[in-house]
């Protein structure tokens, strides 16, 4: 033994103080630093996504319109394939050996490809060669598939209203928390108000990978995973009969037909022609059939009935005439001669000749231009009003109840349309330097009044209803939802007392006035023809009506675009709208009407038919931004005689604002050269719509 | 062997069993595999693991029924086959992972560099044994040191730099027996720890450090003419700092070492300690000036790489740092209680690298959490400690240094091993004793401890 002990403990020491160094680390990093945890979690955890199945879409009467339609990506992890038999592959999948190689490359490409990550190498097979493939896709290592759902459409009808769905675009990723890349969202339509109803809760599941990224097992044995949830399904108010049919009667036509239930808000029908079937905008050859539709020069994405702006012509004036009731105290017995036109200053309006009009019924019945110019003036320069600015401003106040000028109530996407207000004609005019004279024809539903189809149907159904309302929507809420704006009846600040003379006359227009073709006996139609003069040619054919007249079940707006006067053509569809949803079918004397309407062809151009009222002068008194939509130019039908030069126009109005939806086609603005207006003064040309 | 005469020391075999079952379980789950998770399956390391185990028992058993003397006989013998085997392997070696220092027998691939740990531990007891003193000539001491140095530059030239290291500390074991003095062993210590500072930091700073300890020396010796020493020792220290930077590195180390010498001269002349410690000072200028060139210059790109990264000069997660990165967030992961026995997911994602080998300490860390790991080191702790008091109830002087050798020899790879898992060491891939996987280095742990075992329990009846 010697007394080295001292060396013994420094041995000893060292081996005490190397383990408390370890120790202290290893505390250090297990118990103290969490961040350890999360790096690993986030080395092997992956988060695979499970998408929920999207809401299915029924119609009024419960058919299943929107469904949702298995189809198979096959996917393939390349680092597995082994001694791959191309001849064979391209055989059982029926692509050719270029097909092969482009799908290769093309998926070599894409971002993120690594040899073992799965990757997509034909999107969305058909179920006829997956049923095929299945059987034999043991034969090939590393591919398998991978089901994705896609719409289904069972219907070839209301394209328009179902709208479609796409992948999300970057603008949607960054402003919105919940798309991730390669998400499906609604584009338009329904798919796309919906769109939070419809798109459910995705689930995720995480699985645990090892360093290649391969899938070993599920983690924390599925504890945390989320299940998805599907859609919420939706119950449209469309009456797809009742679509189909005015869908087969617009056939070869442009304009729209919206159908409401005036009790409900409910849109029966809501059709724009020409329109496509969904069917070309789902499944894999999504991306042609689009190319397909946008190419067309006859424009089938744009949503007349939502996004054209047009003027409502005569069947402007029962509202005009609730207004005015309303607001100059006039009462329905008012009487206004017409000496064949209203003449004021050194302005005329046309009008044609009938009998006095003694009460307001009777100038609707016979659409007196003099009486409802003549209202519009008493309305804006009331001695109420400080001036007619503010006068103006209180005639758009009432539109605006009644729906026109904004759309936010609806629930499809939709433009607002356009009440002008004094701020416009300050504009064209300076301040202080127009009066009602300036602006007679917005009284007849002419000038700057830009209307859609939607919002004729919608205020006619307010008109039916004599002043309640709800907003119309093509969804039915759930009626236990107190808070769905869909369940709230409206009141317009009209005194009820004044419908009952513009219903009548409306009555009377069907049955004595000018809307005499829309007539047939036992629906009780209420109606007003309109007649809206435009640059491209003939003019727009009108027609709003309701029936029956007690208890109104439906409200029409039909708008055929170059129909010529109302009657011709907006009328007598009207009628048969109106029949084939109160009666279910067609009365066996009336199926001529039917087939002459459907088989009448308006797509091609005609040259304006010179009407006798129109007195021949090219006088165009507004300096106007005449606004004309893509659709009217028809680029690819030059054999077409287009009648007049644009710059000699002869009317007023034309349709529209400058729309802002990115679908629709862009506003070609021309500015028509004119010298300043209100130094020349000029008798307006009457719109014809007199008969 | 008779049994009344014997004392085997059973609380050492129970450690060496305890460990050896904790390494095959940690290799099972390091190795883990769906297909085959019979815990034997031969396919596997696992199940070869358990072979090794085996063979290391029976080798264990053989040496319990040798005579003791035969290592004492043949202690020199066993180490000139050792350095032949080391020689051997420069001509008929083969290169497994990087470095060629594996010589194979059919389906067994030797390690010599393994062999070699017992084999100097044996010459080392041998030769320092046979003195009977405390007292030293100068020859002998060298000669001791020699035995450790031949096969530590044997190994070194194989590219095991890891190996090679391990028999730096047996040089303990010569500070223990009096061959080397503490203030060697201590100087060695401040020479790493100047070495450390001279990487992790710019020249100026390393320098400026040392500056402040010598004067901190200057001012503790004592008061006498203290502002004319500081004046010089302050003028000339600061100068050089300031004016090193200017020069070129080549003229600096030919100024440097004349500077020194000239400091030594004056401070023999005039017996002041000042000049000496300005000479040291100097010394320590060329000293961090030449590891910065030999890190630089000398050092290969994956040592220069592994320094560096422990020292933190290189942030590299997906190239070099990726091993240690990977290894602390598999041990970080583990928490208190760790994932579960065979729930480990960094470790069966594969995303560690030779987990079965050197980093078999991530399986312990992640699956058994802090709990674990520590309970192991506590296991370690242990067996040292107790090979220590072995050591120290020794009457011979042969197996207390043998004893010596092999707790030096299992610290230092157990506190690299584990240290290089967490982040605290460099990388240099050493196994953990009786854990990791390798039937070389298990067997030769075994037989380092059996030795050591047969030794013990003849302690009362050698006198050697």
């Given at each position: 033994?010697?007394?080295?002990?001292?060396?013994?403990?420094?041995?000893?020491?060292?081996?005490?103080?190397?383990?408390?160094?370890?120790?202290?680390?290893?505390?250090?990093?297990?118990?103290?630093?969490?961040?350890?945890?999360?790096?690993?979690?986030?080395?092997?955890?992956?988060?695979?996504?499970?998408?929920?199945?999207?809401?299915?879409?029924?119609?009024?009467?419960?058919?299943?319109?929107?469904?949702?339609?298995?189809?198979?990506?096959?996917?393939?992890?390349?680092?597995?394939?082994?001694?791959?038999?191309?001849?064979?592959?391209?055989?059982?999948?029926?692509?050719?050996?270029?097909?092969?190689?482009?799908?290769?490359?093309?998926?070599?490409?894409?971002?993120?490809?690594?040899?073992?990550?799965?990757?997509?190498?034909?999107?969305?097979?058909?179920?006829?060669?997956?049923?095929?493939?299945q059987e034999y896709l043991y034969q090939f290592q590393g591919f398998y598939t991978q089901i994705r759902t896609v719409r289904q459409y069972n219907c070839n009808?209301?394209?328009?209203?179902?709208?479609?769905?796409?992948?999300?675009?970057?603008?949607?990723?960054?402003?919105?928390?919940?798309?991730?890349?390669?998400?499906?969202?609604?584009?338009?339509?329904?798919?796309?108000?919906?769109?939070?109803?419809?798109?459910?809760?995705?689930?995720?599941?995480?699985?645990?990978?090892?360093?290649?990224?391969?899938?070993?097992?599920?983690?924390?044995?599925?504890?945390?995973?989320?299940?998805?949830?599907?859609?919420?399904?939706?119950?449209?108010?469309?009456?797809?009969?009742?679509?189909?049919?005015?869908?087969?009667?617009?056939?070869?036509?442009?304009?729209?037909?919206?159908?409401?239930?005036?009790?409900?808000?409910?849109?029966?029908?809501?059709?724009?022609?020409?329109?496509?079937?969904?069917?070309?905008?789902?499944?894999?050859?999504?991306?042609?059939?689009?190319?397909?539709?946008?190419?067309?020069?006859?424009?089938?994405?744009?949503?007349?009935?939502?996004?054209?702006?047009?003027?409502?012509?005569?069947?402007?004036?029962?509202?005009?005439?609730?207004?005015?009731?309303?607001?100059?105290?006039?009462?329905?017995?008012?009487?206004?001669?017409?000496?064949?036109?209203?003449?004021?200053?050194?302005?005329?309006?046309?009008?044609?000749?009938?009998?006095?009009?003694?009460?307001?019924?009777?100038?609707?019945?016979?659409?007196?231009?003099?009486?409802?110019?003549?209202?519009?003036?008493?309305?804006?320069?009331?001695?109420?009003?400080?001036?007619?600015?503010?006068?103006?401003?209180?005639?758009?106040?009432?539109?605006?109840?009644?729906?026109?000028?904004?759309?936010?109530?609806?629930?499809?996407?939709?433009?607002?349309?356009?009440?002008?207000?004094?701020?416009?004609?300050?504009?064209?005019?300076?301040?202080?330097?127009?009066?009602?004279?300036?602006?007679?024809?917005?009284?007849?539903?002419?000038?700057?009044?830009?209307?859609?189809?939607?919002?004729?149907?919608?205020?006619?159904?307010?008109?039916?209803?004599?002043?309640?309302?709800?907003?119309?929507?093509?969804?039915?809420?759930?009626?236990?939802?107190?808070?769905?704006?869909?369940?709230?009846?409206?009141?317009?600040?009209?005194?009820?007392?004044?419908?009952?003379?513009?219903?009548?006359?409306?009555?009377?227009?069907?049955?004595?006035?000018?809307?005499?073709?829309?007539?047939?006996?036992?629906?009780?139609?209420?109606?007003?023809?309109?007649?809206?003069?435009?640059?491209?040619?003939?003019?727009?054919?009108?027609?709003?009506?309701?029936?029956?007249?007690?208890?109104?079940?439906?409200?029409?707006?039909?708008?055929?675009?170059?129909?010529?006067?109302?009657?011709?053509?907006?009328?007598?569809?009207?009628?048969?709208?109106?029949?084939?949803?109160?009666?279910?079918?067609?009365?066996?004397?009336?199926?001529?009407?039917?087939?002459?309407?459907?088989?009448?062809?308006?797509?091609?151009?005609?040259?304006?038919?010179?009407?006798?009222?129109?007195?021949?002068?090219?006088?165009?008194?507004?300096?106007?931004?005449?606004?004309?939509?893509?659709?009217?130019?028809?680029?690819?039908?030059?054999?077409?005689?287009?009648?007049?030069?644009?710059?000699?126009?002869?009317?007023?109005?034309?349709?529209?604002?400058?729309?802002?939806?990115?679908?629709?086609?862009?506003?070609?603005?021309?500015?028509?050269?004119?010298?300043?207006?209100?130094?020349?003064?000029?008798?307006?040309?009457?719109?014809?719509?007199?008969? | 062997?008779?049994?009344?005469?014997?004392?085997?020391?059973?609380?050492?075999?129970?450690?060496?069993?305890?460990?050896?079952?904790?390494?095959?379980?940690?290799?099972?789950?390091?190795?883990?595999?769906?297909?085959?998770?019979?815990?034997?399956?031969?396919?596997?390391?696992?199940?070869?693991?358990?072979?090794?185990?085996?063979?290391?028992?029976?080798?264990?058993?053989?040496?319990?029924?040798?005579?003791?003397?035969?290592?004492?006989?043949?202690?020199?013998?066993?180490?000139?086959?050792?350095?032949?085997?080391?020689?051997?392997?420069f001509i008929f070696g083969s290169t497994i992972s990087g470095s060629k220092s594996w010589i194979k027998f059919g389906f067994f691939n030797m390690q010599p560099?393994?062999?070699?740990?017992?084999?100097?531990?044996?010459?080392?007891?041998?030769?320092?044994?046979?003195?009977?003193?405390?007292?030293?000539?100068?020859?002998?001491?060298?000669?001791?040191?020699?035995?450790?140095?031949?096969?530590?530059?044997?190994?070194?030239?194989?590219?095991?730099?890891?190996?090679?290291?391990?028999?730096?500390?047996?040089?303990?074991?010569?500070?223990?027996?009096?061959?080397?003095?503490?203030?060697?062993?201590?100087?060695?210590?401040?020479?790493?720890?100047?070495?450390?500072?001279?990487?992790?930091?710019?020249?100026?700073?390393?320098?400026?450090?040392?500056?402040?300890?010598?004067?901190?020396?200057?001012?503790?010796?004592?008061?006498?003419?203290?502002?004319?020493?500081?004046?010089?020792?302050?003028?000339?220290?600061?100068?050089?700092?300031?004016?090193?930077?200017?020069?070129?590195?080549?003229?600096?180390?030919?100024?440097?070492?004349?500077?020194?010498?000239?400091?030594?001269?004056?401070?023999?002349?005039?017996?002041?300690?000042?000049?000496?410690?300005?000479?040291?000072?100097?010394?320590?200028?060329?000293?961090?000036?030449?590891?910065?060139?030999?890190?630089?210059?000398?050092?290969?790109?994956?040592?220069?790489?592994?320094?560096?990264?422990?020292?933190?000069?290189?942030?590299?997660?997906?190239?070099?740092?990726?091993?240690?990165?990977?290894?602390?967030?598999?041990?970080?992961?583990?928490?208190?209680?760790?994932?579960?026995?065979?729930?480990?997911?960094?470790?069966?994602?594969?995303?560690?690298?030779?987990?079965?080998?050197?980093?078999?300490?991530?399986?312990?860390?992640?699956?058994?959490?802090?709990?674990?790991?520590?309970?192991?080191?506590?296991?370690?702790?242990?067996?040292?400690?107790?090979?220590?008091?072995?050591?120290?109830?020794?009457?011979?002087?042969?197996?207390?240094?043998?004893?010596?050798?092999?707790v030096c020899i299992i610290l230092f790879h157990f506190i690299i091993n584990i240290g290089m898992t967490i982040g605290l060491m460099p990388v240099i891939g050493?196994?953990?004793?009786?854990?990791?996987?390798?039937?070389?280095?298990?067997?030769?742990?075994?037989?380092?401890?059996?030795?050591?075992?047969?030794?013990?329990?003849?302690?009362?009846?050698?006198?050697?």
């Open positions: 033994m010697e007394p080295v002990n001292n060396k013994q403990i420094i041995l000893q020491l060292v081996v005490l103080l190397a383990a408390a160094m370890l120790l202290a680390r290893l505390y250090a990093m297990q118990i103290v630093d969490t961040t350890y945890k999360t790096l690993a979690k986030d080395n092997v955890v992956r988060e695979i996504t499970i998408y929920p199945s999207r809401g299915l879409i029924f119609d009024r009467k419960g058919n299943l319109i929107v469904n949702n339609l298995a189809v198979y990506d096959l996917m393939v992890i390349p680092r597995q394939v082994e001694n791959l038999d191309t001849t064979k592959f391209c055989a059982l999948l029926s692509i050719t050996q270029e097909e092969f190689n482009r799908n290769a490359e093309r998926m070599k490409n894409a971002a993120g490809y690594t040899i073992y990550k799965p990757q997509v190498f034909i999107k969305q097979v058909p179920a006829h060669i997956y049923d095929r493939m009808n209301a394209a328009h209203i179902l709208g479609y769905i796409g992948e999300v675009n970057q603008k949607q990723i960054d402003t919105s928390n919940f798309y991730r890349m390669g998400d499906y969202v609604g584009i338009s339509g329904v798919e796309k108000s919906y769109e939070e109803e419809l798109r459910g809760e995705r689930g995720i599941r995480y699985v645990i990978v090892d360093v290649h990224n391969r899938e070993v097992g599920r983690y924390k044995d599925g504890e945390e995973d989320i299940e998805a949830s599907a859609g919420q399904d939706l119950r449209l108010t469309i009456d797809m009969e009742l679509q189909a049919f005015a869908e087969s009667i617009m056939q070869n036509k442009r304009g729209s037909i919206v159908a409401i239930e005036p009790e409900t808000g409910e849109i029966l029908a809501l059709v724009t022609a020409p329109s496509y079937n969904p069917n070309l905008l789902t499944g894999p050859n999504r991306a042609a059939g689009m190319r397909m539709l946008l190419a067309d020069s006859l424009k089938p994405m744009f949503n007349r009935a939502l996004m054209a702006y047009y003027p409502p012509g005569s069947t402007f004036k029962p509202l005009m005439g609730l207004v005015a009731m309303q607001e100059t105290g006039i009462g329905a017995n008012y009487y206004y001669g017409c000496n064949g036109a209203y003449r004021l200053g050194r302005r005329t309006v046309g009008c044609h000749y009938h009998a006095s009009c003694f009460n307001i019924q009777a100038a609707i019945q016979h659409s007196c231009n003099a009486y409802f110019c003549h209202l519009f003036k008493l309305f804006v320069e009331n001695y109420k009003f400080n001036n007619v600015s503010q006068g103006l401003y209180k005639w758009k106040e009432y539109l605006m109840e009644f729906g026109l000028g904004r759309t936010d109530y609806l629930d499809l996407p939709a433009l607002t349309g356009f009440v002008p207000d004094g701020n416009k004609y300050d504009k064209m005019y300076g301040k202080n330097r127009w009066k009602a004279v300036s602006i007679i024809s917005l009284g007849i539903g002419q000038g700057e009044l830009g209307v859609t189809p939607l919002q004729m149907a919608h205020s006619t159904a307010v008109i039916a209803n004599k002043g309640t309302f709800v907003y119309p929507h093509v969804v039915r809420p759930n009626p236990q939802n107190p808070n769905s704006k869909y369940n709230k009846k409206h009141k317009v600040s009209i005194n009820p007392k004044h419908f009952n003379a513009i219903i009548e006359g409306m009555e009377q227009v069907v049955l004595y006035g000018t809307g005499k073709s829309a007539y047939m006996p036992g629906l009780n139609i209420c109606g007003k023809t309109g007649t809206a003069q435009n640059p491209h040619g003939e003019d727009h054919s009108l027609f709003i009506a309701f029936a029956p007249k007690d208890n109104p079940k439906i409200a029409v707006a039909v708008m055929v675009e170059n129909g010529g006067q109302g009657k011709k053509y907006a009328a007598p569809i009207a009628s048969l709208v109106i029949e084939k949803y109160l009666n279910d079918s067609i009365a066996p004397y009336r199926k001529y009407l039917l087939e002459r309407m459907t088989n009448a062809n308006l797509l091609s151009q005609r040259p304006k038919t010179i009407s006798y009222a129109s007195n021949g002068e090219d006088d165009d008194d507004d300096n106007i931004m005449t606004t004309i939509l893509m659709p009217y130019t028809t680029p690819t039908t030059p054999t077409l005689t287009v009648p007049e030069p644009l710059s000699t126009k002869t009317t007023e109005q034309i349709s529209v604002q400058p729309g802002n939806t990115p679908s629709a086609p862009l506003p070609i603005q021309i500015k028509t050269p004119s010298p300043p207006p209100a130094l020349k003064p000029q008798p307006i040309n009457p719109p014809p719509d007199n008969n | 062997m008779s049994s009344q005469n014997t004392h085997i020391d059973w609380i050492l075999v129970l450690i060496y069993l305890l460990l050896v079952t904790v390494g095959w379980l940690a290799i099972y789950t390091a190795d883990y595999s769906e297909q085959h998770p019979e815990i034997y399956y031969m396919g596997r390391n696992y199940g070869k693991q358990l072979l090794w185990i085996g063979v290391s028992l029976c080798l264990g058993f053989c040496i319990q029924i040798l005579d003791t003397r035969f290592y004492t006989a043949f202690a020199y013998i066993i180490y000139g086959v050792a350095l032949l085997a080391l020689i051997m392997v560099a393994e062999a070699a740990k017992f084999a100097t531990c044996l010459v080392l007891a041998k030769y320092i044994g046979s003195f009977n003193t405390n007292f030293y000539t100068l020859r002998e001491r060298f000669i001791a040191i020699a035995l450790i140095l031949i096969p530590m530059v044997l190994i070194r030239l194989q590219e095991e730099t890891g190996s090679a290291l391990v028999f730096g500390a047996l040089s303990f074991v010569l500070y223990r027996e009096g061959i080397l003095p503490g203030s060697v062993l201590l100087i060695g210590v401040l020479a790493i720890m100047l070495f450390l500072a001279s990487l992790m930091m710019p020249v100026q700073y390393a320098m400026l450090g040392v500056m402040m300890v010598l004067l901190l020396v200057i001012l503790l010796r004592g008061r006498a003419k203290l502002p004319q020493k500081l004046v010089i020792y302050l003028t000339v220290t600061v100068l050089t700092i300031t004016t090193a930077p200017l020069l070129d590195e080549i003229v600096l180390m030919v100024i440097l070492p004349i500077l020194a010498l000239i400091f030594i001269l004056i401070s023999i002349y005039l017996q002041r300690s000042t000049y000496a410690l300005i000479a040291l000072f100097f010394a320590c200028f060329i000293y961090v000036k030449g590891v910065d060139y030999i890190y630089n210059n000398v050092l290969q790109r994956h040592q220069q790489n592994r320094i560096g990264v422990l020292l933190g000069t290189i942030e590299d997660k997906r190239g070099v740092g990726y091993n240690v990165n990977q290894s602390k967030i598999a041990i970080g992961s583990g928490g208190l209680y760790g994932k579960g026995y065979l729930d480990g997911t960094q470790n069966k994602g594969n995303f560690v690298p030779e987990l079965s080998t050197d980093f078999i300490f991530c399986t312990i860390g992640e699956e058994f959490g802090f709990v674990g790991s520590a309970a192991l080191i506590g296991l370690f702790v242990l067996l040292m400690l107790r090979i220590i008091s072995v050591a120290e109830r020794q009457n011979s002087r042969f197996t207390r240094i043998y004893a010596y050798g092999v050493i196994p953990l004793p009786y854990i990791s996987y390798g039937g070389s280095g298990l067997i030769n742990f075994s037989i380092l401890l059996f030795i050591l075992i047969k030794l013990d329990s003849e302690r009362y009846m050698y006198l050697r």
